[in-house]
């Protein structure tokens, strides 16, 4: 096979080649609307965070004191590179940014830090933000379900993959040809990566990994557009990235449905703010205990039976001392749910490290793996959990899909409820900046320049 013809990366590369914003349904156009706002409220809600301060004081230090492209999180403005990094750091914060189920990649917070920052410096429109978000989605998704549930063992799918997809999304803006697709590409995978082990250490990673993604996606970009030349067959290639970080990837599913499937549509919201592995579950109980009636107190065990996915990534948080970290612990997230109702920020911030009622609850919380439920898994996240009461009661609950889930997405009210409360939690902006930030999301694909975004 030759590196230049017949291989699903020169396929999907003039896919996203030919792409044309007549060519995106506008069922897709919108949502993608929706996901650029529940993104950019995200990006905010990072404000003033520990994390970001430190990224934005590098950037300060790095970077040129002012520039063509914004940080959303000072309102300064500073070169592409530097302001896609702090976004993208700023986006995964608070665990509240998007997330495609059946590739387990969160694409907002690698594609939109990226492509907002080209865009501004290019000058580009609105149209011309959407169709590279798209672009982005569509070749990332498919790129990390080619990687396939192996990678994700050991690599943060967001951070490697993501770099691809950003990659990808500041080629569009730069209206690239198949050739230069495959560079940027090139370029991309040789630079992707990103470890879970930073979950057994409380660590910061996870912010690291999300801003280099985007950076380093518009570094491969750039660099391209001015001919440097990368590998032609990074993702399937004899020693390119699935060789190297997968044992069961697919070529069939880089090019799966190109121009009829919109992958960009398939992206769930995220409803509770914890990582979506506690999602299912945490629904699950939520509907047990307005079923039965039951108080937090009532319980003295819950089972969920869950993914090996999730066993993956939350086993590890055994007794979490921040956070962040407790976002990633099962029985935290669930003590939130049963005693307070919700697992919020307020509630994470507020409660998860501090109320007791939450400790105890976390300490009767167990997962195991469940056969259908990982054999569902990664189309369909299912959510399964067993309660026993204290006086020997015994329940069950069952989700098919949880809440946030193209089959049970949140609307746009909703979606402005979840903005407003996300960048009212960092005070990143004032009630009328908000009304306002949320209009323009709406008419995104009307919006001539996207330079004054506030």
């Given at each position: 096979?030759?590196?230049?013809?017949?291989?699903?990366s020169?396929?999907?590369?003039?896919f996203?080649?030919?792409?044309?914003?007549?060519?995106?349904?506008?069922?897709?156009?919108?949502?993608?609307?929706?996901?650029?706002?529940?993104?950019?409220?995200?990006?905010?809600?990072?404000?003033g965070?520990?994390?970001?301060?430190?990224?934005?004081?590098?950037?300060?230090?790095m970077?040129?004191?002012?520039?063509?492209?914004?940080?959303?999180?000072?309102r300064?403005s500073?070169?592409?590179?530097?302001?896609?990094?702090?976004?993208?750091?700023?986006?995964?914060?608070?665990?509240?940014?998007?997330?495609?189920?059946?590739?387990?990649?969160?694409?907002?917070?690698?594609?939109?830090?990226?492509a907002l920052?080209?865009a501004?410096?290019l000058?580009?429109?609105?149209?011309?933000?959407?169709?590279?978000a798209?672009?982005?989605?569509?070749?990332?998704?498919?790129?990390?379900?080619?990687?396939?549930?192996?990678?994700?063992?050991?690599?943060?799918?967001?951070g490697?993959?993501?770099?691809?997809?950003?990659?990808?999304?500041?080629?569009?803006?730069?209206?690239?040809?198949?050739?230069?697709?495959?560079?940027?590409?090139g370029?991309?995978g040789?630079?992707?990566?990103g470890?879970?082990e930073?979950?057994?250490d409380?660590?910061?990673?996870?912010?690291?990994h999300?801003?280099?993604?985007?950076?380093?996606g518009?570094?491969a970009?750039?660099?391209t557009?001015?001919?440097?030349t990368g590998?032609?067959?990074?993702?399937?290639?004899?020693?390119?990235m699935?060789a190297?970080?997968?044992?069961?990837?697919?070529?069939?599913k880089?090019?799966?449905?190109?121009?009829?499937?919109?992958?960009?549509?398939?992206?769930?919201?995220?409803f509770?703010?914890?990582c979506?592995?506690?999602?299912?579950?945490?629904?699950?109980?939520?509907?047990?205990m307005?079923?039965?009636?039951?108080?937090?107190d009532?319980?003295?065990?819950?089972?969920?039976?869950?993914?090996?996915?999730?066993?993956d990534?939350?086993?590890?948080?055994?007794?979490?001392?921040?956070?962040?970290?407790?976002?990633?612990?099962?029985?935290?997230v669930?003590?939130l749910?049963?005693?307070?109702?919700?697992?919020?920020?307020?509630?994470f911030?507020q409660?998860?490290l501090?109320?007791?009622?939450?400790?105890?609850?976390?300490?009767?919380?167990?997962m195991?793996?469940?056969?259908?439920?990982?054999?569902?898994?990664?189309?369909?996240?299912l959510?399964?959990?067993?309660?026993?009461?204290t006086?020997?009661?015994k329940f069950?609950?069952?989700?098919?899909v949880?809440?946030?889930?193209?089959?049970n997405t949140?609307?746009?009210?909703?979606?402005?409820?979840k903005?407003?409360?996300l960048?009212?939690?960092?005070?990143?902006a004032?009630?009328?900046?908000?009304?306002?930030?949320i209009?323009?999301?709406?008419?995104?694909?009307?919006?001539?320049?996207?330079?004054?975004?506030?």
């Amino acid at each position: 096979m030759s590196p230049t013809t017949d291989s699903p990366s020169r396929t999907l590369a003039a896919f996203l080649a030919g792409l044309r914003y007549q060519d995106i349904p506008p069922a897709v156009i919108a949502r993608t609307e929706d996901l650029f706002l529940d993104w950019f409220a995200s990006a905010l809600a990072g404000k003033g965070a520990r994390q970001i301060e430190i990224i934005e004081r590098y950037a300060a230090t790095m970077g040129p004191k002012e520039g063509s492209a914004t940080i959303l999180t000072s309102r300064k403005s500073s070169s592409p590179y530097f302001a896609a990094l702090v976004n993208g750091a700023s986006s995964h914060l608070v665990e509240q940014d998007d997330v495609h189920n059946g590739s387990v990649f969160h694409p907002a917070a690698v594609v939109f830090p990226a492509a907002l920052a080209a865009a501004q410096d290019l000058g580009k429109s609105g149209a011309d933000l959407l169709v590279a978000a798209v672009a982005g989605y569509e070749a990332g998704i498919r790129i990390g379900e080619f990687m396939g549930r192996s990678h994700y063992r050991v690599f943060h799918t967001t951070g490697t993959v993501g770099t691809l997809a950003a990659a990808v999304a500041v080629g569009k803006l730069m209206d690239f040809d198949t050739g230069q697709f495959l560079h940027a590409l090139g370029s991309a995978g040789t630079q992707a990566a990103g470890l879970w082990e930073f979950l057994r250490d409380a660590a910061d990673s996870k912010q690291l990994h999300t801003g280099k993604a985007a950076a380093d996606g518009l570094l491969a970009a750039y660099l391209t557009r001015d001919g440097f030349t990368g590998a032609q067959r990074i993702l399937e290639g004899a020693q390119g990235m699935a060789a190297g970080m997968s044992s069961d990837a697919d070529p069939a599913k880089l090019t799966d449905g190109l121009g009829s499937r919109w992958a960009t549509a398939e992206t769930s919201f995220k409803f509770h703010a914890s990582c979506r592995h506690t999602h299912p579950a945490a629904d699950a109980l939520q509907v047990l205990m307005q079923r039965e009636g039951l108080r937090h107190d009532q319980i003295a065990a819950v089972n969920t039976r869950v993914h090996q996915g999730a066993i993956d990534v939350l086993g590890p948080v055994v007794n979490p001392q921040t956070v962040h970290q407790a976002k990633f612990s099962m029985g935290t997230v669930l003590g939130l749910i049963a005693v307070h109702q919700q697992a919020g920020l307020t509630e994470f911030e507020q409660q998860a490290l501090q109320d007791p009622r939450v400790a105890q609850f976390r300490e009767k919380v167990k997962m195991t793996l469940d056969r259908e439920v990982d054999g569902a898994y990664p189309a369909r996240w299912l959510g399964r959990v067993e309660v026993e009461t204290t006086d020997g009661r015994k329940f069950s609950a069952a989700v098919d899909v949880p809440k946030g889930d193209p089959d049970n997405t949140l609307s746009r009210p909703e979606l402005e409820h979840k903005a407003a409360k996300l960048i009212a939690f960092s005070s990143a902006a004032s009630d009328a900046e908000i009304s306002n930030i949320i209009a323009r999301a709406w008419r995104l694909h009307e919006e001539r320049e996207l330079s004054e975004l506030f």
